[in-house]
């Protein structure tokens, strides 16, 4: 069996877009040096989902496309949401995806002081202050789109005095909300975000790295841009809700620069996918309330719970190759997804027969003690994997729904007298039926034909079923968990009328305990994925044990949802 890589191959190559136009044309107009310096700058407040999977291939793709650097960056600016958990999964996640941000991890916690030391400097510029009002009466004075804001009694505070204040706030004098600062910029600004927005609060919290050294935390408008300018990225690349900041991100780096250089803010649409929430603070409460297992069910839509289910880090590259990188919002099929993930589990998945709802085969003519190995083709899309032995023996274990006691006239798996192929041993003839005292069929006895070894008849007749079997004292029982999409309508978040727990689809999950599959499965690892035979695609969950194997679908052979939401 191929040994399982939890790190991706090498990225796939990038197609151009217009951020690469865009890149290009600085590199050519020689600005920041002709350097190319990116970041990928997550929030240590949840586990990556599959929309921070395009930031994150964009990030490090156009770096690597133009021979520059990528910084990983953490965002910990909010003590209290953050936690190492997600730190480490992030990182995790991001190595899985095939990238590398090398020597260059950086957190915004790293740039705390020089941060600190900013604000006071536009303090003494006279270009903040520090405000007493509660946030519900600052929010207010801010006004609307088409209302200018109200300034704030205490804007026009001496440098001495805010100064002051600003040091006492974190000197820990005050509690939490009592204060905060300021830039003071233009209270009628057609942009919002140009109207005094925040630059700290007070926040008597532990920070995850920094301890108990400050209670005051910058805000994340405050941070990036300065953060981006201290590393010194040259495109920082951000989703199009910050377009809007981009004003505010340019004022805060030109009060900053001290030369020439400027990081530039370039944004692009987020990745959107039908049936599927993005929201963290949703996927949290998920968590936390026991509607999922974990931030790595299976069912989530965090890399971590796609990883877990046996998605490939190169069927996300894929994805995120074939939407593009554009600026038009929009919300891509997660069918596009799906095809993906089957494109690519086609060509390297390895090959078994595996039984969900098993039906017992008894085979008279065969010998009862006899155990006879037949040859399987591992990948028919890849001749080097090779062939295996897989036993047959006189029991065996086919799907239920291959067997009709009264089939319709185009029904061509097995019923009584009908002769089908077992996939790479021998025709069988289906002769007996037997029932338990419910009536249940529990049994099916057939004979078979010796001359058909290997599937095909000498004398030239042909037979139109072929089933998988695995058998039933060589096989291996195993739990098998039939994951489906998390929610059952298309657009969960645009869904207002009802609370968002109310739409996630009961059928997500089914646990099917006694299954059967080849023996060739007891050496598999986690994360080792497979191709069922006529069933789909499968990995091993990591909650699998020597005493008990548990097996997640990836997904289906092809896609039959549209087919069972429209029956």
């Not at 190559?13 to 044309?25: D, G, Q, S, Y």
């Not at 037979?463 to 489906?484: F, M, P």
Request: hydrophobic share 30%.
């Amino acid at each position: 069996m191929a040994e399982n890589n939890s790190e991706s191959k090498k990225p796939v190559a990038k197609t151009r877009n217009f951020i690469h136009e865009l890149v290009e044309k600085d590199i050519q107009e020689g600005k920041n040096t002709g350097r190319v310096h990116t970041r990928f700058p997550p929030e240590p407040n949840g586990y990556l989902h599959i929309g921070h999977a395009k930031a994150i291939c964009l990030d490090f793709g156009t770096a690597e496309k133009f021979g520059g650097k990528c910084n990983l960056r953490f965002d910990d600016t909010n003590p209290t949401k953050e936690d190492v958990e997600y730190v480490d999964s992030i990182k995790e996640d991001i190595k899985w995806l095939g990238f590398d941000w090398e020597d260059r991890l950086y957190y915004a916690s790293d740039f705390f002081d020089r941060l600190y030391d900013f604000a006071e400097q536009l303090i003494q510029e006279g270009k903040a202050y520090v405000d007493d009002q509660p946030a519900d009466l600052i929010s207010q004075q801010r006004g609307t789109p088409t209302k200018p804001g109200v300034e704030s009694p205490y804007r026009k505070r001496s440098a001495e005095e805010n100064l002051d204040l600003f040091r006492r706030m974190k000197a820990g004098e005050f509690k939490n909300g009592a204060r905060v600062l300021r830039a003071k910029i233009d209270m009628t600004s057609p942009n919002m975000h140009m109207r005094d927005p925040l630059m700290y609060r007070i926040n008597h919290a532990e920070h995850h790295r920094t301890g108990n050294k400050w209670c005051i935390y910058p805000m994340y408008d405050f941070a990036h841009g300065q953060c981006d300018y201290f590393e010194g990225i040259t495109h920082s690349l951000c989703t199009l809700e910050f377009e809007i900041h981009r004003p505010l991100y340019n004022w805060f780096i030109d009060q900053l620069a001290t030369d020439d250089y400027r990081p530039r803010q370039i944004e692009f649409s987020r990745l959107n996918l039908t049936y599927t929430m993005m929201s963290k603070r949703k996927l949290l409460y998920l968590v936390e309330n026991d509607f999922v297992s974990g931030w790595d069910d299976p069912r989530m839509p965090t890399l971590s719970g796609m990883r877990r289910r046996g998605f490939t880090p190169e069927s996300i590259r894929s994805l995120v190759e074939k939407v593009g990188i554009t600026k038009t919002e929009g919300t891509i099929d997660v069918a596009l997804l799906e095809h993906a993930v089957r494109d690519d589990l086609n060509k390297t998945a390895q090959r078994v027969m595996g039984v969900l709802n098993p039906l017992k085969v008894v085979i008279t003519n065969y010998p009862e003690d006899k155990v006879e190995m037949v040859q399987a083709i591992n990948n028919p899309e890849d001749e080097s994997a090779g062939r295996r032995d897989v036993p047959f023996t006189r029991e065996l274990y086919i799907e239920r729904d291959d067997f009709m006691e009264e089939p319709p006239r185009k029904f061509f798996r097995l019923s009584p007298g009908k002769e089908v192929r077992l996939r790479y041993a021998y025709y069988v003839t289906c002769n007996e039926v037997i029932k338990d005292e419910a009536g249940e069929i529990c049994e099916l006895r057939c004979t078979y034909d010796p001359e058909t070894r290997g599937g095909n008849s000498p004398d030239g007749r042909k037979v139109k079923g072929t089933l998988h079997w695995v058998s039933a004292t060589e096989g291996v029982k195993a739990e098998i968990r039939l994951y489906d999409r998390l929610f059952n309508v298309e657009n969960p978040a645009g869904e207002k009328e009802k609370e968002f727990t109310e739409l996630l689809n009961p059928e997500s999950l089914k646990v099917l305990p006694d299954c059967f599959v080849e023996p060739f499965l007891r050496s598999a690892k986690p994360l080792d994925q497979f191709q069922f035979e006529r069933m789909g695609y499968f990995n091993i969950d990591k909650e699998s044990t020597e005493e008990k194997l548990v097996i997640n679908r990836t997904v289906t052979l092809r896609d039959n949802w549209s087919k069972q939401m429209n029956k």
